[in-house]
C-alpha cells in the first residue's frame, strides 16, 4: 500500500496538489485520507453546505434515463450501427454484382449479429428499468 498523500501511477509518484483539478475516480491503490483530501471531504463526510453546493454542481446521484427501452427504438440503434451498415452496402453491392449466394450469406450474419444485440440491449434495458424501481418494503420488514 502507498503512502498517506501520494499515489503509485505507472510507476512514478505523484503529490496530491499536482497542479490538475482532482479526479473523481480513485486509483485502487489510493488511502482513505488520501481519497478524502483529493476531494475534500472527510471519512464522517460532507457537511451540509459542501453537500448542497456539490449536488447544485453535479446534480442529484441517479442513473440516467436514455430515453426508455421501447424495442424499436433500440431495433433502430442496431441497424445504424456503421458496421452494420457497411455490411448491408456489402450486401447490395455483391447482389448487384451477381453474387447473390455472398449477399444472402452477408445478409443472414447481419441479422443474426442485429437480432443477437437487440436481444442483449432488451435484457439489459429491462433490469436497469428494475434498478430504477423503488424496492417493495413488506410490513414484516418495518
Known sequence: MDTEGSLAVAGRRTA??????????????ETLSTACSRLTATPAGLNS???AQRLATFGANRLRDEGGNHPL??????FRSPMVLILLGAAILSAFLGEADEAAMVVVIVFASTGLGFY???RAGNALAEL???PA??????
Open 73 to 78: 427504438a433500440i431495433l433502430w440503434r442496431q
Open 137 to 142: 418494503v413488506a410490513p414484516n420488514d418495518l
Open 120 to 122: 442483449q440491449e432488451y
Open 16 to 29: 496530491n496538489g499536482s497542479g490538475r483539478s482532482p479526479s473523481l475516480r480513485s486509483p485502487p491503490d
Open 132 to 134: 430504477r424501481r423503488p
Open 49 to 51: 453546505s459542501d453537500a
